[in-house]
């Protein structure tokens, strides 16, 4: 079942404008989704208590809407709540990424929906960056774009060819010749090789370790970054990796930099690697977290840096709902 949400304001109380109102949101709503007045399964009305001269499902009978199930409600008297709003929230059962409609005075109310938002979270291995990214993007409702997975892909791919990773005219040429794609399956995210998913093979500790090596090189990082950017143009979603706010997207208002302790970085990544089946001593972990924030910190092309306006985050002491928690009351104090 998908909900599609909307909301929109009348200039006065009286009928007449509830009509007109109801039947523009409405229309606007099965417009934009692609849908037939017979795919609604029930649409909810509530609007506040200064909307009292019609009914808002009595008005979207007498516009058409009369095939599925209705119902308003009368919203509780909240202070500074937007005056003379209907809101509405439709169910259908037709597999859509349903598009919400906000319009009139209300068009401000929600643009976690109705734009497109892109949230930055940069970090070092083991901050718990993606972990914390599919939590936010679930919330949200958007897209998780895992671009360590993409450079791991690449990583992956380097091993299996045993290419020398010094040679960058060489990488350049197996770069130019590889299709990478992150896609979201019943709610999972795999990661595709040249049409194989190697969601799992990727996160192997020398593929890691490899990853941060070729993510250094100018041609992979063009690449990468291109793919990265025309993702966030034409959608909503949350991006983690090194260089998202300072060189990816660093236009987006929404940025967070995700760290904790070296020590407590090591034990998260030896217990997800452990999880995994890819038993680790934590000395070794520890000694891979330390060399790899060497790596990236030091890479001369967008090495791992706090972006000016990003918003600091320690988790050392902080479980990842914690984060993604603090995260999403951040990104809604600035919609």
């Given at each position: 079942?998908?909900?599609?949400?909307g909301?929109?304001?009348?200039?006065?109380?009286?009928?007449?404008?509830?009509k007109?109102?109801?039947?523009?949101?409405?229309?606007?709503?099965?417009?934009?989704?692609?849908l037939?007045?017979?795919d609604?399964?029930?649409?909810?009305?509530?609007s506040?208590k200064?909307?009292?001269?019609?009914?808002?499902a009595?008005?979207a009978?007498?516009?058409?809407?009369?095939?599925?199930?209705?119902?308003s409600?009368?919203?509780?008297d909240?202070?500074?709540?937007?005056?003379?709003?209907?809101?509405?929230?439709?169910?259908?059962?037709?597999?859509?990424?349903?598009k919400?409609?906000?319009?009139?005075?209300?068009?401000?109310?929600?643009?976690?929906?109705?734009k497109?938002?892109?949230?930055?979270?940069?970090g070092?291995?083991g901050?718990?960056?993606?972990?914390?990214?599919?939590?936010?993007?679930?919330?949200?409702?958007?897209l998780?774009?895992?671009?360590?997975?993409?450079?791991?892909?690449?990583?992956?791919?380097?091993?299996n060819?045993?290419?020398?990773t010094?040679?960058e005219?060489?990488?350049?040429?197996?770069?130019?010749?590889?299709?990478?794609?992150?896609?979201?399956e019943?709610?999972?995210?795999?990661?595709y090789?040249?049409?194989?998913?190697?969601?799992?093979?990727?996160?192997k500790?020398?593929?890691?370790?490899?990853?941060?090596?070729?993510?250094?090189?100018?041609?992979?990082?063009?690449k990468?970054?291109?793919?990265?950017?025309?993702?966030a143009?034409?959608?909503?979603?949350?991006?983690?990796?090194?260089?998202?706010?300072?060189h990816?997207?660093?236009?987006t208002?929404?940025?967070?930099?995700?760290?904790a302790?070296?020590?407590?970085?090591?034990?998260?990544?030896?217990?997800?690697?452990?999880?995994?089946?890819?038993?680790?001593?934590?000395?070794?972990?520890?000694s891979?977290i330390?060399?790899?924030?060497?790596?990236?910190?030091?890479?001369?092309?967008?090495?791992?840096?706090?972006?000016d306006?990003?918003?600091?985050?320690?988790?050392?002491?902080?479980?990842?709902?914690?984060?993604?928690?603090f995260?999403?009351n951040?990104?809604?104090?600035?919609?």
């Amino acid at each position: 079942m998908k909900a599609i949400r909307g909301a929109t304001t009348i200039e006065r109380d009286n009928a007449e404008q509830v009509k007109v109102c109801v039947k523009e949101l409405l229309d606007a709503i099965f417009k934009v989704n692609e849908l037939t007045r017979e795919d609604a399964v029930c649409i909810i009305f509530s609007s506040t208590k200064d909307v009292r001269s019609f009914y808002p499902a009595k008005a979207a009978r007498e516009a058409g809407y009369s095939s599925c199930a209705l119902f308003s409600a009368e919203e509780p008297d909240i202070k500074g709540a937007l005056k003379r709003c209907i809101r509405v929230m439709m169910l259908t059962e037709k597999e859509i990424t349903p598009k919400h409609v906000y319009l009139h005075g209300a068009a401000m109310l929600r643009q976690d929906l109705t734009k497109i938002i892109n949230i930055a979270i940069d970090g070092p291995a083991g901050s718990g960056k993606s972990t914390v990214s599919k939590m936010v993007a679930s919330k949200l409702g958007i897209l998780h774009l895992d671009t360590g997975a993409m450079y791991r892909a690449f990583a992956l791919k380097c091993f299996n060819e045993g290419a020398d990773t010094s040679d960058e005219e060489a990488i350049e040429k197996i770069i130019s010749a590889t299709d990478i794609q992150v896609k979201y399956e019943n709610g999972v995210q795999h990661t595709y090789l040249d049409g194989n998913d190697v969601s799992e093979s990727i996160r192997k500790p020398e593929i890691s370790l490899l990853a941060s090596t070729v993510s250094a090189l100018k041609c992979v990082r063009e690449k990468m970054v291109e793919q990265q950017r025309k993702t966030a143009e034409s959608m909503s979603c949350v991006i983690d990796g090194r260089d998202i706010g300072t060189h990816v997207l660093p236009q987006t208002k929404f940025k967070f930099f995700l760290t904790a302790t070296p020590e407590v970085r090591a034990t998260r990544r030896a217990e997800e690697n452990a999880a995994k089946g890819f038993n680790q001593a934590y000395e070794d972990v520890l000694s891979e977290i330390i060399k790899r924030d060497k790596q990236d910190k030091t890479r001369k092309i967008s090495p791992l840096t706090q972006a000016d306006d990003a918003v600091f985050v320690d988790s050392s002491e902080m479980n990842a709902e914690e984060v993604a928690q603090f995260i999403l009351n951040k990104v809604q104090e600035k919609i």
